[in-house]
């Protein structure tokens, strides 16, 4: 899935693909939104065993809470490339390229 954009807890992807399986395919290709709530992405664990989150979407600001590798998040929002998103009760921006949203690739 690519997000495009934000508004409140809606994200507006512009295609949706499952890649990974027997066969890739395509689930949706347009412009439409999604409830974010509903998206689920997980930390990839690319330095030091875990994924930073943010306090804003900065990789100055301060770390609000570092998510594991098989760590599971909830998709709040968008800006640029980071995710807003939220882990166990804590909220915090995503670095790009940080956050895996297919579990069945590597996301590199």
């Known amino acids: 899935m690519h997000l495009t954009g934000a508004s409140g807890e809606w994200v507006r992807i512009d295609h949706a693909h499952e890649t990974g399986g ?10 439409g939104w999604v409830y974010g709530p509903l998206l689920g992405v997980s930390g990839m ?10 306090q ?9 809470v570092r998510v594991p590798g098989d760590g599971s998040v909830v998709v709040r929002g968008c800006y640029g490339g980071w995710m807003y998103v939220e882990y166990k ?7 790009p390229s940080t956050l895996c949203a297919n579990p069945l690739t590597t996301c590199a």
Request: glycine share 16%; net charge neutral.
């Open 22 to 31: 027997e066969v890739d395919r395509s689930l949706f290709d347009g412009v």
């Open 45 to 54: 664990a690319i330095t030091k065993g875990g994924t930073n989150l943010y």
């Open 56 to 64: 804003d979407h900065s990789i100055k600001a301060q770390v609000v």
């Open 89 to 95: 009760g804590v909220r915090g921006w995503g670095a």
